[in-house]
């Protein structure tokens, strides 16, 4: 049975660590723990008094730990495998900014049997057993950060796009001294005709889809695109292979990669 295409493709370039805040002043510090950097989405790790704090739910989480808030003592209360540790706000450095609790981070990792070391030169927090001899990941030589490319495919008839290619870097990627900027494209090339036209965003922005996009990779923007109705319709048939390749170019440095990707179009009926 064919449908009609509705093909979106959303370059959603994502990172919660921006570049430009990562070295010199009001400089983010970054945690390195189970072999990747923790995201802070929106509550960045907070020099106090020279010592580290961090947001409690997350490092909480990622160190597997329960805890609880009493209002009226204003005190966490942190569990783990039975042991239990107390600590009232204003001690160690906690404190609360905001709508987010802080707590001391080698306080609570350490109180929980973790080994923590500092790293001056690239202002990380690392954590883990052996913590000496942690090795952090090494920036790419040649400048280019290497996206992760997914391709979503549609769930259900209320999605209006048949699959979404996704670009994703990890905080792991993010701590590169760098303010490069980075552009991206989608050429299909088994079925050419979904270039050759230009297409409508919803708040009537026009573009081609075969065109260069700006990426913001590091920063919290989104950058979308896709194609509606608008335009030439072309008839696609369920399970057809589409390929297409993905160009992401620094613009910088002018390094530029491909990369070669296909989606099989899913049979699901339509909603209207």
Excluded: C
Excluded at 101 to 112: G, Q
Aim: proline content about 4%.
């Amino acid at each position: 049975m064919k449908k009609v295409l509705v093909l979106g493709a959303i370059l959603a370039i994502l990172a919660s660590l921006s570049i430009s805040s990562v070295f010199g002043a009001g400089s983010d510090i970054r945690v390195f723990l189970n072999d990747d950097y923790i995201d802070f989405p929106d509550a960045k790790p907070i020099i106090r008094n020279e010592r580290t704090t961090v947001p409690v739910a997350i490092i909480a989480r990622n160190l597997g730990i329960d805890y609880t808030w009493n209002g009226t003592t204003r005190t966490v209360a942190f569990e783990q495998d039975g042991k239990e540790l107390d600590l009232r706000i204003e001690e160690h450095n906690s404190f609360i900014e905001g709508s987010r609790t802080y707590v001391p981070l080698r306080f609570i990792a350490e109180s929980f049997e973790q080994e923590v070391d500092w790293r001056a030169d690239v202002r990380t927090v690392v954590i883990g057993e052996n913590v000496k001899n942690i090795q952090l990941p090494e920036p790419p030589k040649d400048g280019f950060i290497e996206p992760k490319i997914e391709i979503e495919m549609a769930e259900s008839g209320w999605d209006p796009v048949y699959f979404r290619v996704t670009f994703e870097h990890k905080d792991k990627l993010a701590y590169m001294n760098s303010q490069d900027k980075y552009q991206a494209k989608i050429i299909f090339t088994s079925h050419p005709q979904f270039n050759s036209r230009e297409y409508a965003w919803d708040k009537g922005y026009v573009f081609r889809l075969d065109g260069w996009q700006e990426a913001d990779i590091f920063g919290s923007a989104l950058a979308r695109y896709e194609n509606t109705r608008i335009g030439e319709e072309v008839d696609i048939e369920a399970g057809m292979r589409v390929e297409f390749d993905i160009y992401v170019e620094n613009t910088t440095t002018g390094n530029s990669k491909k990369y070669s990707h296909h989606a099989i179009i899913p049979h699901m009926e339509w909603a209207n």
